[in-house]
């Protein structure tokens, strides 16, 4: 079977962790989920997450060179060697040049950029009704996708907790920093024929068939 070697790539709020945990269920790929990983370090109070908070809690992005380190070693490592499943990264130019750089040093290359497409006003609409799981980070949202019991995750039992860049005003700010330093990377994928793109106003049921189906096409396309 090929690589599946996959970046998620959209906006805020579009659901690209919400796709990535099904993809990772259906394929048993490692995921990589540079906002997990950067929340953790800060939880931690480890070096990259005492750099990182400032940034995070203003809804910047932290310095290429904190976080494109973390990334690249890790798909040199034997969990990765099969495919891997990248959320949130790369989120500049500079970021999709390291990985491409990294991708050719191991003799490997991405299957697909997968694009969920949401608008604006919707990020905000999900963004404020997002909670998240403390233990283990499984994803809710107060009217799409409640929990069985208020406050506590379905999964593990464990208490729902809104993320600090999910106020208003910082989702604002997150928008704006996505269209001015991430969005560019979608004719960067583009034009290398890399890319896939997926309505995300859709319902997540939907949206998960819909980029099955096209990871199907292109493992049937790389057999031909
Ligand atoms: P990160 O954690 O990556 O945040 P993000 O990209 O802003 O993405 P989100 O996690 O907010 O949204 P998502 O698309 O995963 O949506 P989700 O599935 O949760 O980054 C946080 C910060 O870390 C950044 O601001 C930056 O500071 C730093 N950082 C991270 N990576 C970096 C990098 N590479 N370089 C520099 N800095 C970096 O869904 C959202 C909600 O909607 C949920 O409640 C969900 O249940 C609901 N939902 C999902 N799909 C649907 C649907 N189809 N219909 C209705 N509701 C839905």
Do not use: W
């Not at 790539?9 to 945990?21: I, N, R």
């Not at 906002?35 to 995070?56: N, T």
């Not at 604006?120 to 009704?129: A, F, I, K, P, Y």
């Not at 283990?136 to 995750?153: A, F, I, Q, R, T």
């Amino acid at each position: 079977m090929s690589e599946l070697n996959l970046i998620m790539l959209g906006p805020p709020g579009a659901g690209k962790g919400t796709q990535a945990e099904r993809l990772v269920e259906d394929f048993e790929l490692p995921y990589y989920a540079t906002g997990d990983i950067l929340r953790a370090a800060v939880r931690d109070g480890s070096e990259l997450g005492r750099e990182a908070k400032e940034h995070m809690d203003r809804g910047d992005l932290v310095p290429d060179e904190l976080i494109t380190k973390v990334i690249v070693e890790r798909l040199d490592t034997p969990e990765a060697a099969d495919g891997f499943v990248l959320d949130g990264f790369p989120r500049t130019r500079g970021q999709a040049q390291s990985l491409d750089e990294q991708i050719d040093r191991l003799g490997r290359r991405l299957t697909a950029a997968l694009l969920i497409e949401v608008d604006d006003d919707e990020v905000v609409r999900r963004l404020s009704g997002r909670r998240v799981c403390a233990a283990n980070g499984h994803l809710y949202h107060v009217d799409h996708d409640p929990p069985k019991s208020e406050g506590v995750c379905d999964e593990d039992g464990s208490a729902l907790e809104q993320r600090d860049d999910d106020r208003p005003e910082t989702v604002k700010h997150r928008l704006e920093v996505y269209h001015e330093q991430t969005q560019p990377l979608v004719e960067f994928y583009d034009e290398r024929g890399m890319l896939r793109r997926f309505n995300g106003s859709r319902k997540p049921g939907e949206v998960h068939d819909h980029i099955k189906a096209t990871l199907a096409t292109l493992r049937l396309e790389e057999e031909l």
